[in-house]
């Protein structure tokens, strides 16, 4: 269905096998909307969780994509009352009523659903955020936006902090859904997120389902998931992922790449893992993905040991970004 707004068609699109017209739009708002409105979930992806769903639009104007919306409805227990969301529009759409008729089709769907709070956030002092506060969003945590160039990479210093191998553990990497025998104890780690500072927006839970979801996802928006794990022993000798850092290829010619979470293992900490993995995962992607010129990554502003983390191998803060919750 669509809704015209003057010059400017919303469209939803179909949950499965969008056009190639409808896919490459999706990659021109994405890439080029500087002052989108972010997803609240914490890893930024609109992947769903095996017992969610994403419903998606475009604002066309003309045979040109100006706007993106989608709104995830959780069904996992715990879950089952919010959504996130994501809107981001080019040029000045917010000010052209773009935005807003975006968020009809957000609020609208996921009212229907039973959902009693919506999740976003958005760069600090961007048009987003003074459109979601008048829309009505509050303000929830705070977070700082940093930025790898990657002709300004220290190449020498990362190949020198990777090779300082940590005793105990070892080094593996993927693409996309991770080995077999690694699915259970990457999902475990990633569970671990919900060990994350107190003021973090929103938990996701991660099992195996989770993840092979959330990469078949990103393949079909024509993301590709960069994987650099950290494998070491728990107190059973047992093997598990004690640390792992994931980036997010854009795809669609972009030359941007979007990290994704870093997480450690509250056992495994204080060994310099987290430094370790992120330093393995650039020299990577640097190698194997030249067109990438640079990286972004969010962190709460609490996590002052991430921030530090980021901050010696090379990013450097940008504006900052702010989640916000809309009760609907």
Known sequence: ????????????????????????????????????????SGSGSDAPEPSA????????D?????????????????????ADCRISVLGDGYGQGVAGALL??????????????????????SAGEEFLVGAGFALGADLCRLRLRV?????????????????????????????????GPFAATREAMNDTPADAPDHLVWDEDRVRANARSAADRGQTLLTVA???LDEEGAEVVAGFS????????????????????????????????????????????????????????SNTHMIAINEQIGFLPINGERHYRLAL
Not at 10 to 36: F, K, N, Y
Not at 53 to 60: H, I, K, N, Y
Not at 249 to 274: C, F, I, K, M, P
């Open 104 to 125: 009809d089709e957000v609020v609208a769907v996921a009212v229907a659903d039973g959902r009693s709070e919506l999740l976003t956030s958005t760069p600090v002092g």
């Open 151 to 183: 002709a300004d990479c220290d190449q020498d210093a990362l190949r020198a902090t990777v090779k300082a191998v940590s005793d105990g553990y070892s080094l593996v990497r993927w693409q996309g859904v991770p080995p077999s025998d690694l699915i």
């Open 62 to 82: 003309g045979d040109t994509a100006v706007g993106l919306a989608w709104v995830r409805l959780h069904h996992a227990e715990g879950r089952r009352q919010v």
């Open 53 to 60: 769903s994403v419903v998606r639009w475009l604002a066309w």
């Open 246 to 301: 994931e980036i997010a290829l854009e795809g669609g010619g972009s030359v941007r790449a979007r990290q994704s979470d870093t997480v450690v293992l509250r056992g495994h900490r204080g060994r310099g893992l987290g430094l370790w993995v992120k330093a393995a995962m650039l020299e990577w992607l640097i190698g194997a993905h030249p067109e990438v010129e640079e990286v972004l990554t969010a962190c709460l502003v």
């Open 1 to 40: 269905m669509s809704e015209k707004l003057g010059q400017t068609r919303i469209v939803r699109l179909a949950e499965a096998d969008p056009s190639d017209a409808e896919i490459a739009g999706w990659h021109q708002v994405r890439t080029a909307g500087a002052d989108g409105i972010e997803s609240g």
């Open 230 to 232: 950290a494998l070491g």
